[in-house]
């Protein structure tokens, strides 16, 4: 699937969403389920500091795709990790180098992407940027 | 609803209707404000006087020769003598008006540059805002004095027989605060300025968090340094003041140069203004002054006496029905403190249980409370933390459990 169509499809997940607690709940749950990074990735290397949250992330390139994993000690960071996961990971770097993040919005969170909400996550989608930036020059 | 409580009948619905904001619905729900530590909300009779302020008397002061400016600059002293009484300051010309309590702090560190030297050493309490260490720090890098920490306990006290050990004859200054904002912490300041002017060091007390409290007494206290901050007792933001003894004020050199800080300037040399205008560079926060002079005569008129008696029922009440949830840990449980409740829910992180909270209209502080040293100190990422005022209610906390528990049941 593409990145385009990936949003869609969480798009339409949320729509069945009545109230904000509901969205809320499938959040967390998604970040209980969210595959963690390694262990050995968890590590200043790969920490991205938000104020209030932390978040690692890792990234590492098979056949020209970019795979990413992640993990944060707050499962409402992480259950937006596991949608920008969802989102990101697998594509191609030059996908992800021009996808935009708009469908935060619709699915009524764009609060948690706010620059001041210190919780590490528009960091995080800079860090995936940088990095498919990074293997889109190897693969030039 | 009248709310007695140790024979005093306070009514807490009539407060509520001076505070226009607490009407408000944020996500949906009645906000429940309960980040007081962190700004206080706003009375409709402070709101007003910058309404008036600048609706009739704008114009700048000290200065003019015009009706306008010397309205504007006898209310503005006007404030500065309203402060003076309120934290009984021998001299008004001991109160200077600051942008809040880290400009206080600066403007005394930085002073402080030209009088230290190299085996010189602070004393800064393990309790404080990263307000009160960081100018202390930059203090320290400039002269090569030493900063030492006054460590704290598990209760969040501050452990006095370590610092007695700690006070020596290099020992030049000492900074605590009054009310650590993270755990709500009083602690003993009587002692700690005795203490140290006996090696005669001089003593900087950050009020931020005790003024919307406690009346400061300074001459009582005999305190060399007292600053706070006019948002956190229902004034408006970006003013505060600097209280300094006046042999203080007089060694210290000036922390900015502009406007009104001077007497004469020519491209040779400036002579200084007297106190306190030697350390009022610029044109202030007039309407901020002013405003901060008409907070200090709300909260007044409520009564400090009052306020601290019912605030303290509801740090009892929430205290009692936070501890009743499973897993839920109180950090910071002195004897001696403040409306502050510091807490965590078990294997739950502080930043979702107020992103919870906030969804339901509840507004608390999450995280390390720029004090991350006490983080530090209990290895924690950081807190919850329930900061309460005069103008909160048993229903609002009662809110506010409810709200931790839903959290709790979502994110377990």
Known sequence: MTITEIQNEIIDEFGMFDDWEERYQYMIDLGKTLPLINEQYKTQDYIIKGCQSKVWVHAEMNDDKVKFTADSDAIITKGIIAILIRVFSNQHPKDIIEANTDFIDKIGLKEHLSPTRANGLVSMIKQLKMYAIAYQTQLN | ?412
């Open chain 2, 1 to 412: 609803m009248n709310d007695t409580i140790n024979h005093i009948n306070f009514d807490v619905e009539s407060i509520r209707k001076d505070f226009p904001i607490l009407n408000r619905e944020v996500n949906g729900k009645p906000l429940v404000y309960f980040d007081n530590a962190a700004t206080s909300q706003t009375p409709r009779q402070v709101i007003d006087v910058i309404v008036d302020y600048y609706t009739n008397y704008n114009s700048n002061i000290h200065r003019g020769v015009h009706s306008l400016s010397q309205e504007a600059t006898d209310l503005y002293e006007q404030a500065r003598l309203k402060i003076q009484e309120h934290v009984n300051a021998k001299y008004n010309h001991e109160i200077i008006f600051t942008s809040g309590t880290t400009h206080g702090i600066n403007l005394v560190a930085t002073g402080f540059s030209s009088l230290l030297k190299p085996s010189d050493e602070v004393l800064v309490s393990a309790l404080e805002h990263h307000s009160n260490i960081v100018p202390w720090q930059m203090l320290c890098e400039r002269t090569g004095a030493l900063l030492k920490v006054i460590p704290m306990n598990e209760e969040g006290e501050l452990v006095i027989d370590t610092y007695e050990n700690l006070l020596s004859e290099q020992t030049k200054l000492v900074f605590v605060n009054h009310i650590s904002n993270a755990l709500g912490t009083i602690n003993p300041i009587e002692t700690i300025i005795k203490k140290a002017h006996k090696v005669g060091a001089a003593v900087l007390i950050d009020g931020a968090q005790s003024c919307p409290h406690i009346k400061p007494n300074v001459q009582e206290l005999d305190v060399d340094f007292y600053v706070t901050s006019a948002h956190k007792m229902c004034g408006p933001t970006g003013v505060g003041m600097l209280y300094g003894k006046e042999e203080w004020l007089r060694k210290l050199p000036p922390y900015q140069g502009g406007g009104e800080m001077i007497a004469e300037v020519t491209f040779e040399k400036t002579t200084y203004a007297d106190l306190p205008h030697k350390f009022e560079a610029g044109t202030p926060n007039i309407a901020g002054g002013i405003a901060f002079g008409a907070a200090i005569d709300y909260m007044n008129k409520v009564g400090f006496d009052v306020i601290a008696t019912y605030e303290h029922k509801l740090l009892e009440y929430a205290t009692a029905q936070l501890l009743a949830i499973d897993g839920l840990k109180i950090y910071g449980t002195a004897k001696e403190k403040t409306a502050v409740i510091s807490f965590n829910i078990e294997h739950i992180h502080p930043y979702d249980i107020g992103t919870i909270l906030d969804k339901m209209g509840i507004a608390v502080r999450t995280g390390h409370h720029c004090a991350q040293p006490i983080m530090d100190f209990y290895k924690i990422p950081g807190t919850v933390r329930a900061s309460f005022a005069f103008y909160n209610t048993k229903a609002e906390i009662d809110a506010l459990v409810q709200g931790v528990k839903k959290a709790k049941m979502m994110l377990s």
